[in-house]
Structure formats: structure tokens, C-alpha cells
């Protein structure tokens, strides 16, 4: 296994301009999950699939945020209309099934100029 | 609802010191227990878990003890080196996730360095 894949490692944006980013989790693994992490903070949980099915949308920030999975294999990430307090560090993670240790992937890092 | 608490950082020792990082959570039912750890540069890694109470979580020298009649999940190590100058970060199974140990709420972090 070569571990979570996130892309881009760094993105930076203006403000208003949408941005996608890409996670390639470990395979095989079914669920899939993307957290957010603000500086001086911990991760804050956003939402996660289980194969395509989408199981929580609840958590996300804002209607600017949606995420896909649509073959159950890689997934994205987009924010619209980028704010500034979007900035921020972007985690994916994978694991087999509910009851296992998750893994993490590097992040994306977002900042909005 | 459910928080995880843990103690402010920077903690800043010399190797071979003793290592507490406090954490209290608080959560209905039994949730999971967790410590990542965030080294430089890299994603977070699970350390240690421990899924009920009594439970002892230990990996590279590192151990917490869930104790759920003071609700703390505290890591300890006996001799720290300058390989563990890291982020480490105690979390939670959220409950409302049966029991998926994907769907966590983490402390903030409390950044270690420990100098030669």
C-alpha cells in the first residue's frame, strides 16, 4: 500500500474562486473520510462514504462545500466562492471498514488571498 | 455533546524526561479512546487506543490508561526522545457513529519538543 494520497499538497486562491482537491485512499478501503484542521486546532470532522454512498453531508461547513466519491475509489473536495476563513488544512482518510484505525493522508493546505 | 480537553502546550523537555500530556473527555455512553500524533511534515498517525474502560493502549513506549471514573485518557512516557518532538492529539469515537473509529472529535493538540 502506498498510504493516502492527497493532491494538491498547497493551494492558494483568491478569494471567490472555487478549488478542488483530490484524495486517493488506500485500496481497497471502504470508508473514506475528510476532516479539517485550522491552525492552533484539531482536526474537525466534515464527512465520509462508505464505497460511493455518501453517509454524512450534515457536518459539512457551509452549502460552498460538497464532496464526491462517485466510483467508490478516489474522492473530492470542493469549496465555492472561497472565503478567507476557508484556510485551512484539508485531511482525508481510509480505512477497510467502520471498526478500523483509520489512516491518514499528508493534507492539502488551502490559503485564500 | 461530546469534547475532548487537553492540557495547553508547547511542552518542552529534556530526553529522557518523563512525558504527561493530560486529557479529560466528555461524552455520553463509552465511547474509543485515542491518541494520534502529528510528526513534522507528515499526516497524523494512530500512537494508541484503547476501546473500553480499564483498557491500557501502549506502541513505541507510550501508554494511557482509559479511565472512565475520572473520564482521562492521559499519555505517559517514561523516557522521552528527541524522535518524539511532535503534535499529538487525544480524540473520541463519536458516539452518534456506532462504532466507527473513523468519525472522531479531537483535542487541540499539544505540541511537544524535547531537546538533546
Given at each position: 500500500?502506498?498510504?493516502?494520497?492527497?493532491?494538491?499538497?498547497?493551494?492558494?486562491?483568491?478569494?471567490?474562486?472555487?478549488?478542488?482537491?483530490?484524495?486517493d485512499?488506500?485500496?481497497?478501503?471502504?470508508?473514506?473520510y475528510?476532516?479539517?484542521?485550522?491552525?492552533?486546532?484539531?482536526?474537525?470532522?466534515?464527512?465520509?462514504?462508505?464505497?460511493?454512498?455518501?453517509?454524512?453531508?450534515?457536518?459539512?461547513l457551509?452549502?460552498?462545500?460538497?464532496?464526491?466519491?462517485?466510483?467508490?475509489?478516489?474522492?473530492?473536495?470542493?469549496?465555492?466562492?472561497?472565503?478567507?476563513?476557508?484556510?485551512?488544512?484539508y485531511?482525508?482518510?481510509?480505512s477497510?471498514t467502520?471498526?478500523?484505525?483509520?489512516?491518514f493522508?499528508?493534507?492539502?493546505?488551502?490559503?485564500?488571498? | 455533546?461530546?469534547?475532548?480537553?487537553?492540557?495547553?502546550?508547547?511542552?518542552?523537555?529534556?530526553?529522557?524526561?518523563?512525558l504527561?500530556?493530560?486529557?479529560?473527555?466528555?461524552?455520553?455512553?463509552?465511547?474509543?479512546?485515542?491518541?494520534?500524533?502529528q510528526?513534522?511534515?507528515?499526516?497524523?498517525?494512530?500512537?494508541?487506543?484503547?476501546?473500553?474502560?480499564?483498557?491500557?493502549?501502549?506502541?513505541?513506549?507510550?501508554e494511557?490508561?482509559?479511565?472512565?471514573e475520572?473520564?482521562?485518557?492521559?499519555?505517559?512516557?517514561?523516557?522521552?526522545?528527541?524522535?518524539?518532538?511532535?503534535?499529538?492529539?487525544?480524540?473520541?469515537?463519536?458516539?452518534?457513529?456506532?462504532?466507527?473509529?473513523?468519525?472522531?472529535?479531537?483535542?487541540?493538540?499539544?505540541?511537544?519538543?524535547?531537546?538533546?
Open positions: 500500500d502506498t498510504g493516502v494520497s492527497q493532491d494538491p499538497r498547497h493551494k492558494i486562491t483568491k478569494r471567490g474562486q472555487n478549488v478542488t482537491f483530490r484524495c485512499p488506500i485500496s481497497e478501503h471502504n470508508r473514506l475528510w476532516y479539517r484542521q485550522t491552525l492552533g486546532q484539531g482536526p474537525e470532522f466534515l464527512t465520509y462514504f462508505q464505497n460511493e454512498a455518501q453517509l454524512e453531508k450534515s457536518r459539512l457551509s452549502d460552498r462545500f460538497s464532496a464526491e466519491r462517485p466510483k467508490g475509489s478516489f474522492s473530492t473536495l470542493e469549496i465555492q466562492r472561497t472565503e478567507q476563513g476557508d484556510s485551512a488544512m485531511l482525508c482518510a481510509s477497510p467502520a471498526g478500523n484505525t483509520i489512516y493522508g499528508e493534507g492539502s493546505w488551502l490559503t485564500v488571498v | 455533546g461530546n469534547s475532548v480537553t487537553q492540557m495547553e502546550g508547547p511542552v518542552t523537555l529534556s530526553e529522557e524526561a518523563f504527561t500530556i493530560n486529557c479529560t473527555y466528555t461524552a455520553t455512553g463509552y465511547p474509543s479512546l485515542f491518541w494520534y500524533v510528526y513534522p511534515g507528515e499526516g497524523l498517525q494512530l500512537l494508541l487506543k484503547a476501546t473500553k474502560a480499564d483498557d491500557k493502549g501502549s506502541n513505541k513506549g507510550f494511557a490508561t482509559y479511565r472512565k475520572t473520564t482521562s485518557f492521559h499519555l505517559e512516557k517514561g523516557s522521552v526522545q528527541v524522535s518524539d518532538s511532535a503534535v499529538y492529539f487525544c480524540a473520541l469515537s463519536d458516539r452518534r457513529y456506532g462504532g466507527s473509529q473513523g468519525n472522531l472529535i479531537f483535542g487541540k493538540g499539544t505540541k511537544l519538543s524535547v531537546k538533546p
